[in-house]
């Protein structure tokens, strides 16, 4: 269940594949609707943006717990530049998946539209709506999207560490 020095546990694995699967669909979703006309298999892919970004909140909030649990115990990501590089590119990943869902439930406690994901409402609508919260909420896309660059060089390198390094990463977060 642990995470250990020499692999991630199955809750850390758990949580990973499970968000990255989440937050793929989100970025598939905002994909889809600057990229394709509305329809309704397009309103039912975005509809699903709010109940599927409070669900990743919720675990980004056990995952950074459970990395703090497991602190001392987590393989470490190397020496030199290319363990700070990774320990930033971790950090920035990390600070994503926080930031990006709590400026929406921030605009959404703002907005003047009631935030009911699932069918029961959190926040209700603000009349007026709180143009601060709303504001905040301008860079939530835009974290979006730099959140997809940081995927795919996350993708990127764990390909490298295992098709040209061969040095195991993959195999500490896929239970191999």
Not at 28 to 38: N, P
Not at 55 to 81: K, S, T
Not at 113 to 136: D, K, L, N, S, T
């Amino acid at each position: 269940m642990r995470d250990t020095a020499l692999r991630y546990g199955k809750v850390t694995r758990l949580l990973h594949w499970g968000l990255a699967a989440l937050i793929l669909w989100q970025l598939f979703g905002m994909v889809v609707k600057v990229t394709m006309e509305k329809s309704p298999t397009v309103s039912a892919i975005v509809g699903s943006h709010q109940p599927v970004g409070l669900v990743i909140f919720v675990l980004v909030v056990l995952r950074v717990l459970w990395a703090l649990i497991n602190r001392g115990n987590r393989p470490a990501h190397g020496e030199g530049l290319q363990g700070l590089a990774a320990r930033a590119g971790h950090v920035a990943l990390y600070a994503l998946m926080v930031l990006i869902p709590f400026t929406a439930l921030v605009r959404a406690w703002g907005n003047q539209r009631a935030f009911a994901p699932f069918g029961f409402e959190i926040f209700p609508a603000q009349e007026p709506p709180v143009e601060w919260a709303v504001a905040v909420a301008e860079w939530h896309g835009e974290m979006g999207w730099l959140m997809l660059v940081l995927i795919l060089g996350h993708i990127a390198m764990v390909a490298v560490h295992d098709l040209a390094w061969r040095d195991g990463t993959l195999r500490k977060m896929a239970g191999r």
